[in-house]
């Protein structure tokens, strides 16, 4: 099953330490335009890594070369497990929540060896650019999120005795606090790869960063003469988390749909076809507003909102050839039933659809129909742990932007390298 192994990161330099909360980069979809601007106009920004503002994947790999050469990056001397905390709250909630993982390497599996499972398709043409990137740099900036077993948390006291000497440790833009500490003893982390040995990893955030790193290495492999399968193109850098912890939390993503050429009557006439229709009182918040039933949710106006439940009788109707796992989730229900029967945008056309959009911020959906940004936005409960890994050991896949597991993991806290020369493990 999942191997993994230590690597020597590449870091910034002891005297950039102070700076690590403006260097690192927490999730990009936080950002808007103006934050990232001022990212970029940090000359030593990790944004320069894991988003190149150039599409040129050589000019990366040249910045890489002379942080390499100058200092600003220095590779640790042992190879380690890095261990990784992120301490948290959920948006409108003051409880605090600390999300323990590890970032290590992981061979770079097909997705037909059913070792790494994904939950979501990659988009074609998303990938070339990656993978020039990855093959132009050999650098890996930012670990994808991986989902292992551990229900006795046998990992848990390893890892907190290494925090206990971080090599970060600070509060970055979003209000997390991110801590960053090594195990490099050989018999520690030989713990974490026999753990993993045995297990199948859901692949929780990354999938195109992944699919790249299996492209990267088919091309390494189809051009090299002596291909052993250790080379440092086999492997992945990840962030690997209990799949067992009460941090591991997912938000739910809303959609918000635009050019909807019906008026409000006739669309409140057709949603009633379908479901329930109620109306939400004007001196209801909205953002303490709960959705506790399956097939609910909140449906956003300009001006009003209602709550909407699909009518059970309806389900036989629904007409996508999809396994029952997947056909009985919020967000198919919501797609088929809504976005297709209603809005008329048939299911087939929804993935590449530009009158869909998403959120995860209810108050951005707000202000997006208030400024005739959007006419319609939907609002969606969180789907359960328990149902992602589900979906994925049936073998199947989500529908598009079902999770959104907080929060993401940063970019620049640590680069890993496939490059050959500094690829190392234990001999």
Not at 112 to 128: G, K, N, Q
Request: charged share 20%.
């Amino acid at each position: 099953m999942a191997e993994i192994i230590p690597f020597r990161a590449w870091r910034y330099a002891p005297k950039f330490r102070p700076q690590i909360s403006q260097l690192s980069l927490p999730a990009l979809e936080s950002y808007d335009e103006d934050n990232l601007s001022s990212r970029y106009r940090l000359p030593q920004n990790s944004i320069h890594l894991a988003l190149p503002e150039s599409p040129s994947p050589t000019k990366a790999a040249t910045l890489l070369d002379n942080w390499k050469s100058s200092g600003v990056l220095i590779q640790d001397p042992l190879p380690s497990i890095y261990v990784y905390f992120q301490h948290f709250n959920l948006p409108g909630s003051s409880n605090l929540y600390c999300r323990k993982g590890f970032i290590a390497f992981i061979r770079a599996y097909h997705w037909e060896d059913r070792v790494v499972l994904r939950h979501e398709d990659t988009i074609s043409h998303a990938l070339p650019n990656r993978v020039q990137q990855l093959e132009k740099s050999q650098i890996h900036p930012t670990p994808t999120l991986g989902l292992y077993e551990d229900p006795q948390d046998a990992l848990t006291p390893l890892m907190d005795q290494a925090m206990k000497t971080p090599l970060y440790d600070f509060k970055n833009d979003l209000g997390i606090r991110e801590q960053l500490a090594a195990i490099t003893q050989e018999k520690d982390i030989m713990q974490f790869v026999q753990l993993l040995k045995g297990q199948q990893v859901i692949l929780a955030d990354g999938h195109h960063r992944f699919q790249a790193a299996i492209l990267h290495r088919d091309n390494c492999k189809r051009k090299g003469a002596t291909h052993t399968g250790m080379e440092g193109y086999n492997y992945h850098m990840m962030n690997f988390t209990n799949l067992h912890s009460d941090a591991l939390k997912i938000l739910p993503t809303h959609r918000v749909i635009s050019n909807v050429n019906i008026t409000k009557e006739h669309l409140l006439q057709k949603t009633a076809l379908y479901f329930t229709v109620e109306r939400i009182p004007d001196d209801t918040s909205l953002e303490s507003f709960t959705i506790t039933k399956p097939w609910t949710y909140m449906l956003m106006l300009r001006g009003d909102a209602y709550e909407i439940s699909l009518r059970k009788e309806k389900f036989n109707q629904f007409a996508a050839t999809l396994p029952d796992t997947v056909k009985r989730l919020d967000i198919s229900v919501l797609h088929y039933f809504f976005v297709e029967c209603i809005i008329g945008i048939p299911m087939n056309e929804q993935r590449s659809s530009e009158q869909i959009t998403f959120e995860t911020d209810l108050i951005k959906c707000q202000e997006k129909l208030s400024q005739h940004q959007a006419d319609v936005a939907i609002i969606t409960r969180e789907i359960s742990v328990n149902t992602v890994m589900e979906v994925c050991k049936s073998g199947y896949t989500l529908p598009q932007k079902t999770t959104n597991f907080y929060p993401k993991t940063s970019s620049g806290l640590l680069f890993g390298s496939i490059k050959e020369n500094e690829f190392s493990t234990f001999p």
